[in-house]
C-alpha cells in the first residue's frame, strides 16, 4: 500500500524496509531507543543490510524524555561523528523518537533529510505522519517545535508484535479519534473490533487516509486540521499533570479520557456520549480524571488558544466536529 502526501509518500506493508535505497546519503544514523534497539533494529539491519554501517543513536523511551536535553544527545552525537547537510537519519521508534528525531534533524545544519520507521500503533498512525516535530519544554506538551516532512514514512505491522496490549491500546485512542471526526461508518466498524482478530494493515491504512486527507487540505493547523484535535486539550492537561507527578500514563490513554470529557462539553446525545465512553473504557485502561483544580494551569498554555480564550475541537454529531469552539475556565470547570 501506497499513500501520496504533499511531498512525501507513505509505505504500508512489512516487505518496505527492504526497498529503501541510502546510497545519495554521505552518512546515515538511526535514532532508537532501548525497546527498538532490541527489538526492531535487528529486523531493520536484516532487511537492508545497507545499513549495517549506520551510526546507532540511542535515548530513552518514554514522554518523560521528549525533551531538550535529549535533542542535545542527538546533536552531539551528529556533530562529533561531522555529519554534513546531506546526511540522513532514520527514526525507528514511537512517538517519541519521531517528534524528537524529526525536530532534531529538520535543525541540526538547518536540516537534513529524516526517515520515519514507526514501530508503535500510535506513531504509525500519528505521529509519523503530517510533519509536525518537536518536544516537551516544563512539562508543557510540545511546546517547542516546527513542521517538517520526512523524506518517506514506512509502516511495517509486523512491528506490532513487539507491543504490550497496553501499547497497542493507547494506540487504538487515535485510530477512535479518526472514526469520531470523520467517519461514522468506521466508528461503527470499530465498535464491533476484536483486538484478537483485528487486520491491523487495513486499520492502519483507513486512519493514516483519514489523517492524510486532513493534512493535505490544512497542512499547518490553521483550520480543519485542528479537529485532530479532539480530546487533545483535555487530553494534553491530563499528560502534563501526570508527568509533573512523575506517574506514567501513556498519550493514548490520556487521549482517550480527553475524548470522553470533551465528547461531553460537545453538545452531542447523552447516548453517544454513554457509547464513547463505555468504549474506551472497556478497551483502554484509562487513568483517573484529575480535578479540574488540577488540570486548570496547563489550559492556558494550549497551543490553540486565542484571546485568553480555550479552543476545543468539538463533536457535532459521531462522524462529524468543528474546531475553534471557545471556552472559558469556568465553562470548562462544570463537565468536572
Known amino acids: 500500500m501506497e499513500i501520496n502526501s504533499s511531498n512525501y509518500t507513505i509505505y504500508i506493508g512489512d516487505d518496505k524496509l527492504s526497498s529503501v535505497q541510502y546510497q545519495n546519503y554521505s552518512q546515515i544514523a538511526i535514532l532508537v531507543d532501548e525497546n527498538t534497539k532490541e527489538h526492531c533494529l535487528p529486523k531493520l539491519l536484516e532487511s537492508n543490510p545497507s545499513l549495517k554501517k549506520a551510526k546507532i543513536i540511542s535515548i530513552s523511551s518514554g514522554e518523560i524524555n521528549k525533551d531538550l536535553s535529549r535533542c542535545q544527545i542527538v546533536w552531539n552525537e551528529l556533530s562529533q561523528s561531522h555529519f554534513d547537510r546531506n546526511s540522513l537519519l532514520i527514526c525507528l521508534g514511537g512517538g517519541v523518537v519521531c517528534d524528537l528525531g524529526g525536530f532534531c534533524a529538520s535543525c541540526f545544519k538547518r536540516g537534513i533529510d529524516f526517515i520515519h520507521i514507526p514501530t508503535t500503533l500510535l506513531s504509525?498512525?500519528?505521529?509519523?505522519?503530517?510533519?509536525?516535530?518537536?518536544?516537551?519544554?516544563?512539562?508543557?506538551?510540545?511546546?517547542?517545535?516546527?513542521?517538517?516532512?520526512?523524506?518517506?514514512?514506512?509502516?511495517?505491522?509486523?512491528?506490532?508484535?513487539?507491543?504490550?496490549?497496553?501499547?497497542?491500546?493507547?494506540?487504538?485512542?487515535?485510530?477512535?479519534?479518526?472514526?469520531?471526526?470523520?467517519?461514522?461508518?468506521?466508528?461503527e466498524l470499530l465498535l464491533e473490533t476484536d483486538f484478537s482478530q483485528t487486520d491491523w494493515k487495513e486499520i492502519i491504512n483507513k486512519s493514516v487516509l483519514i489523517k492524510n486527507k486532513i493534512v493535505e487540505e490544512d497542512p499547518l493547523e490553521?483550520?480543519?486540521?485542528?479537529?485532530l484535535n479532539f480530546g487533545h486539550t483535555i487530553g494534553h492537561a491530563i499528560e502534563s499533570h501526570y508527568l509533573e507527578t512523575g506517574k506514567e500514563v501513556l498519550h493514548g490513554e490520556a487521549i482517550a479520557l480527553g475524548m470522553i470529557v470533551e465528547s461531553k462539553m460537545s453538545g452531542i446525545s447523552q447516548d453517544d456520549c454513554n457509547q464513547i465512553e463505555q468504549f474506551l473504557s472497556k478497551n483502554i485502561a484509562l487513568p483517573t480524571l484529575p480535578t479540574f483544580e488540577e488540570l486548570e494551569k496547563w489550559f492556558i498554555h494550549d497551543k490553540k488558544n486565542s484571546s485568553g480564550k480555550i479552543q476545543f475541537s468539538l463533536l457535532t454529531s459521531i462522524g462529524k466536529c468543528q474546531e475553534n469552539i471557545s471556552f472559558n475556565q469556568q465553562e470548562i470547570k462544570k463537565y468536572f
Open 124 to 187: 504509525m498512525v500519528d505521529a509519523s505522519v503530517g510533519g509536525k516535530t518537536g518536544v516537551d519544554f516544563l512539562t508543557l506538551k510540545n511546546q517547542i517545535g516546527l513542521f517538517s516532512n520526512p523524506q518517506q514514512v514506512i509502516i511495517c505491522p509486523t512491528f506490532l508484535e513487539t507491543l504490550s496490549k497496553r501499547q497497542i491500546s493507547s494506540g487504538f485512542a487515535e485510530i477512535v479519534k479518526h472514526a469520531l471526526i470523520s467517519d461514522k461508518q468506521y466508528w
Open 222 to 227: 490553521k483550520s480543519i486540521r485542528k479537529q
